[in-house]
Nanobody, 122 residues
């Protein structure tokens, strides 16, 4: 069982930066693949980034080159560094964990946080 708590969201102007954190409970955090997803009002949830248990990363095309996912297993935390933010990045951001595959499919993830709101003004 893993419990996830996101933080770091807020209101930022276009072109600005934010760093999201996702703190995980439990002592087995290092064995989980971790993903970030987001959901804007009226839209379906979409994949943002993933980091495998071995540290290999993957990104959605829409954020590639602007966002960076990382993890600190000693702190049981995964991060999402977001730069050059755009109004279309406005959404609730969720972190998620699963043991089996590091995928872009939300249905593959077993554990989810409650989300943190990111709002980018133009």
């Amino acid at each position: 069982q893993v419990q996830l708590v996101e933080s770091g969201g807020g209101l930022v102007q276009a072109g600005g930066s934010l760093r999201l954190s996702c703190a995980a409970s439990g002592r087995t955090f290092s064995i989980y693949h971790m993903g970030w997803f987001r959901q804007a009002p009226g839209k379906v949830r979409e994949f943002v980034a993933v980091i495998r248990r071995d540290g290999v990363t993957g990104y959605a095309d829409s954020v590639k080159g602007r966002f960076t996912i990382s993890r600190d297993n000693a702190k049981n935390t995964v991060y999402l560094e977001m730069n050059s933010l755009k109004p279309e990045d406005t959404a609730v951001y969720y972190c998620a964990a699963n043991l089996v595959r590091a995928t872009a499919a939300g249905n593959d993830y077993d554990y989810w946080g409650q989300g943190t709101q990111v709002t980018v003004s133009s």
